[in-house]
């Protein structure tokens, strides 16, 4: 049963993946402009152009390039630039760190800073604080990102230089290990909190709402009654309880992450898969842009069947559930 269930979700998975493939083919494709004058210059000779399109391709059938760009993205070949004229991969495998440490940080510290509110709001029902965390939780929940972004960066960066106004690195990059990792951390440090600002409020009102409920099981009345401590009471008995559910929030939201990047590179001018991806777009550089758009659907399919992999596993009801449908 559970390997039936299992296979399921794979299926599924792949099924999303190759609509993903064929999709990115097809729309960088029929998007106004023209790739052919993105790599080749007016006053090459025609033989240069000619060698131009026998080399990316260009002179193919459709349903041809089409399997040969199957080919080089199961394959993670995904061939040269049409802006850089260098590997797509080496391109991608030079920003995906940027892009991976700016998810990893967002989502750790909206999550550990929305958990923790919203255990204090569910432990102190009716006052101030639960009040305020419900209130900013829901109002940092409908900002758009971009605007918190702009704003942040025009009273911290612009009016206020507190942080750097663009880039991943100062210019000239400061020479030492210890000098160029603080240069770093200081550069994501405003992207990081912009993104952490607008997920916690999601998180809080999550978790308070599941605690609330779970400080009223019957498991928790009798773990008070037999005289145990408080903070054993919420976080020994209550808080266990609720770690399954966001265990898979947490895997369900990098997709959001991964949305939110492009943005978030966008706005403040850093260098990763996301900024890579809408320069490709506005190029109509179909190599890059194929390769980034995949790249960040591969990462979001994988969260999700994790995040569906991990529940099953740790609530057996929707294994059965999924079975007997």
């Known amino acids: 049963m559970r390997k039936n269930w299992l296979l399921r979700r794979v299926l599924a998975s792949l099924a999303v993946l190759a609509a993903v493939l064929v999709l990115n083919f097809v729309l960088f494709r029929v998007m106004p402009g ?22 990316y391709g260009l002179e193919r059938p459709l349903l041809e390039q089409f399997f040969m760009y199957l ?22 495998l030079s920003r995906l760190p940027g892009t991976l440490i700016l998810m990893s940080l967002a989502m750790f510290c909206s999550a550990a800073l929305g958990v923790w509110l919203g255990v204090k709001a569910a432990v102190k029902r009716g006052s101030w604080l639960e009040r305020t965390v419900l209130r900013v939780g829901a109002v940092m929940s409908s900002f758009p990102g971009f605007f918190v972004q702009l704003v942040l960066l025009m009273l911290l960066a612009h009016d206020f230089p507190i942080f750097p106004l663009r880039g991943s690195l100062s210019v000239p990059a400061p020479s030492g290990g210890w000098a160029l990792l603080a240069d770093r951390a200081w550069h994501l440090a405003l992207p990081v909190l912009s993104l952490t600002l607008m997920g916690f409020g999601g998180w809080a009102l999550y978790v308070r709402n599941l605690m609330v409920r779970a400080l009223g099981e019957d498991y928790v009345l009798m773990a008070r009654a037999r005289g145990l401590t408080k903070r054993r009471v919420i976080y020994g008995h209550a808080f266990r309880t609720i770690l399954p559910p966001l265990v898979t929030i947490l895997l369900m939201s990098v997709p959001g992450l991964v949305s939110g990047a492009v943005i978030t590179e966008t706005v403040f001018s850093l260098r990763g898969v996301g900024s890579f991806l809408l320069e490709a777009l506005s190029g109509h550089d179909y190599p890059a842009a194929g390769a980034s758009f995949y790249l960040l659907a591969l990462i979001t399919v994988v969260c999700n069947l994790l995040a569906d992999v991990v529940y099953g596993l740790v609530d057996p009801r929707v294994r059965l559930e999924g079975v007997n449908r």
């Open 34 to 55: 023209d790739a052919v004058s993105a790599i080749i210059d007016p006053n090459f000779s025609p033989q240069a152009k000619e060698r131009l399109r026998e080399l």
């Open 71 to 92: 080919k080089q993205t199961l394959t993670f070949r995904f061939g040269l630039s049409f802006l850089s004229r260098k590997p797509v991969w080496d391109e991608l």
